[in-house]
């Protein structure tokens, strides 16, 4: 695998990438949902609800928390997630940041 020049691009196109492949994955878009209607959970729900193995929920969650679009906290035995509100009004200003850029003119070739 090659080399990326991620210092050719500037600090707000990388964390755009970096957190638009974390969306790229369908698992995580269904966690992200999940967590958003219920505005918390315990781990175990997920794989009953996603119907997908224990260990692959918790790599999701992994680089959904690596990123900052959740936290999580221990209660007994439980891990208990939840959306974190500050960085996710921050993904969606990066994104809607980009989907402004584009002038809503039509007729464009």
């Known amino acids: ?6 210092n050719l691009f500037t600090e707000k196109q990388n964390e755009l990438a970096k957190v638009a492949k ?11 949902e999940y967590l958003i209607k219920a505005n ?27 990123i900052g679009l959740i936290k999580g906290s221990i209660e ?15 993904v969606q200003n990066l994104f809607q940041e980009l989907f402004d850029g584009f002038p809503k003119i039509s007729g464009c070739c």
Request: glycine share 6%; hydrophobic share 45%.
């Open 1 to 6: 695998m090659g080399v990326t020049k991620s």
């Open 22 to 32: 974390v969306f790229a994955h369908p698992a995580r878009i269904a966690i992200l």
């Open 40 to 66: 918390s959970c315990i781990n175990g729900d997920l794989v009953q609800e996603l119907g997908l193995a224990q260990a692959t929920i918790s790599q999701h969650l992994r680089e959904l928390k690596e």
């Open 76 to 90: 007994g035995v439980s891990l208990n997630y939840c959306i974190d509100a500050v960085r996710w009004a921050e």
